[in-house]
């Protein structure tokens, strides 16, 4: 009968849903694995992308947070930096104004560095053939003494300022207790580079030569501090900066000496200024050098 065909065993039946459902369940399993598999990966790079915007953040905080800004440097005082005994043809010392970026948090006195980079190219060689001529890259570098705008240095004692802060720079022919006596000076034992506070005046006449600094060492230089310091360059040949050398040969760069930027600072010459901040931020200047007189900006 033709309508047979519609009717089958049950036994074929079981056997037909039992494969449909076999399919099913493996087309099920392996969209849960590669959904397991997609979410582990989206898991994973999520958190790498978490981590590094974390990391970015953080560095992006440290460098706001510790930034000095250069306004402007000056030539300070110029030498004749390789001893020829003629004019001062070099750039000894620079006056630098800088400023604390606004945003900036714990920039402190003695955590600013700066560091000038030129290029020292020997003169003479030394009894080394083939070095003369040679050209070498330095670094000069120091902690920078943060002193406020208004601070005065190489004063005169008797004119110190009741409840300021200052540095001895020399003592003349006074003695360190006839100065303290006289001027009730607390905080210095004397000698020259000590800090003291002025709580009287100095007796007059006296010799000595103090320097007013208004930072000591760990006071914080908050946002928006305008501020100055000094570079002073070292000398580039180190093995003797009298009279009788007047060379920069191969003794200069010798390893246990370490050689600056004094004699390359000349006009004509630029120098890499670099100013980090222990923690924080740092900051790139080029000093461009077209007169070593007095009082010229550099930047």
């Known amino acids: 009968m033709a309508g047979d ?29 590669v959904a397991a598999v997609a ?32 306004s402007d440097v000056y030539v300070k005082s110029s030498a004749d930096a390789v001893g020829l ?64 705008l208004s601070d005065n240095e190489g004063i005169d004692p008797e004119v110190v300022v009741t409840t300021s802060t200052y540095t001895i720079t020399t003592l003349g022919d006074t003695t360190w207790t006839d100065v303290a006596a006289a001027a009730e000076l607390t905080g210095g034992t004397g000698a020259v580079g ?35 310091f000094e570079i002073d360059l070292s000398a580039t040949n180190t093995d003797d900066t009298g009279d009788s050398e007047d060379e920069i040969t191969v003794e200069d760069f010798a390893v246990s000496l370490t050689p600056g930027c004094d004699a390359e600072a000349g006009a004509g010459s630029e120098l890499g200024l670099r100013i980090v901040v222990d ?10 050098i077209n007169t070593i007189t007095l009082g010229k900006t550099v930047m």
């Open 5 to 33: 065909a519609d009717f089958q065993p049950l036994a074929a039946r079981d056997r037909e849903s039992a494969s449909i459902g076999i399919g099913a369940m493996i087309v099920f399993i392996a969209l849960i694995l």
């Open 39 to 70: 979410s582990t990966i989206i898991i994973k790079t999520a958190e790498e992308l978490q981590q590094n915007a974390e990391s970015t953040s953080q560095d992006t905080r440290d460098q706001i947070s510790g930034k000095i800004s250069i």
């Open 85 to 148: 005994g003629g004019d001062d043809t070099d750039v000894e010392t620079f006056d630098v104004i800088a400023r604390v970026s606004s945003g900036s948090l714990n920039v402190q006195e003695g955590d600013i560095t700066w560091y000038v980079t030129c290029k020292a190219t020997m003169t003479d060689d030394g009894g080394a053939p083939n070095t003369e001529g040679t050209t070498y890259a330095v670094l000069d570098s120091a902690t920078a003494d943060a002193r406020a």
């Open 194 to 228: 000590d800090q003291f506070t002025a709580t009287g005046q100095h007796a007059a006449g006296s010799t000595g030569r103090v320097a007013q600094n208004e930072y000591m060492p760990g006071d914080e230089l908050t946002a928006g501090t305008t501020f100055r």
């Open 279 to 288: 923690g924080g931020g740092e900051t790139l200047a080029t000093l461009k």
